[in-house]
């Protein structure tokens, strides 16, 4: 399958870098990652007994590309961009692989072509340009954004499928992309402001904050009419935790790396459907209040 993979951070170019072995791949990159990878390829770390090279195209344009399938990895706050740039180009199908809520309809919005919902809870770290290192296996599951079967869902999953990439094809993405919010609402803002990994959430204090985090989302969600237990948020959000513990969350790398964070797509998303629906999130209010204080203190907002 020909494959556009649209932002080459840590995820998107482990998803690219893994797509490659086995499809016809262009990553749109930054400029000196770019230039690596035209250079001397991709180095994969972490996904095997020996480290890997792939060769997969890269650019750092965007424009006019064309391709059965874009997937987007970009930072919640660069969807609107990424899909001005896409729309110049022509896809049987786009995949937003992203944190946060509220992305594929911002692709939707812009593109023709159906655009797919889904998750990715693979850890991943780019540790230099033309490198990244795959820190836990996880899973991807996609669908139809607004639930139910699509043609080019299937085929988007056996591309996946057939790169050893562990994926599941689904028909409840609504439901799974407020699950992953709720998980990703408890993890990363507390490890980003705690310069912990993933696996602190486990363990108390940070539990407690984590699982409250986790639980206002699953309230927001139900208030949402989406079937979404405390219960089954909550352990969701450990099960993600232990698998991914000794991983640096995406928040906590934005950090590290003095960036801005996708907090307005998760607990800052969690706030704001609050308020619309008269929900009190307090846990979720001053982990967004924290983490863009922090922001506004590092000049990235
Ligand atoms: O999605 C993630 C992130 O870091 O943004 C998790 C699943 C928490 C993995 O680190």
């Known amino acids: 399958m020909e494959i556009v993979v649209f932002g080459a951070g840590s995820l998107g170019s482990l998803v690219g870098g893994l797509l490659a072995r086995e499809h016809d791949v262009t990553l749109v990159a930054r400029g000196d990652h770019a230039n690596a990878v035209r250079e001397s390829g991709l180095r994969l770390e972490g996904v095997g007994d020996r480290p890997s090279r792939v060769f997969p195209a890269a650019t750092t344009d965007g424009t006019g590309l064309e ?3 874009a997937v987007v990895t ?3 706050f660069d969807t609107a961009a990424a899909a001005e740039r896409l729309a110049t180009g022509s896809f049987d199908g786009t995949l937003s692989l992203q944190n946060g809520m509220g992305n594929e309809a911002t692709l939707a919005a812009r593109l023709e072509a159906p655009v797919l919902a889904g998750t990715a809870t693979y850890g991943a770290i780019r540790r230099e340009p033309g490198v990244v290192e795959c820190t836990g296996s996880g899973e991807i599951v996609l669908g139809a954004r607004d639930g139910g079967p699509a043609a080019i869902a299937t085929r988007a999953g056996e591309a996946f499928a057939a790169a050893g990439l562990e994926t599941t094809v689904a028909d409840d993405m609504p439901r799974r992309l407020w699950e992953k919010l709720a998980v ?9 402001l705690t310069a912990t990994e993933n696996g602190a959430v486990l ?3 940070a539990n407690d904050l984590a699982r409250d985090a986790t639980r206002e989302a699953a309230a927001v969600a139900r208030a949402c009419d989406v079937s979404l237990s405390n219960r089954e948020a909550t352990a969701a959000m450990e099960s993600v935790a232990e698998a991914t513990a000794a991983n640096t969350s995406s928040m906590h790398q934005d950090v590290l790396a003095d960036r801005r ?3 307005d797509s998760i607990n800052g998303y969690v706030v704001d459907r609050a308020i619309e629906l008269g929900i009190e999130v307090p846990t979720n209010r001053t982990l967004a209040a924290l983490i863009r204080t922090w922001e506004r203190g590092h000049g990235v907002r």
């Open 184 to 192: 990703n609402a408890g993890i990363n803002a507390v490890t980003a």
């Open 74 to 76: 970009v930072k919640s």
């Open 261 to 263: 964070t996708e907090v």
């Open 203 to 205: 363990e108390e204090p």
């Open 67 to 69: 391709a059965e399938l």
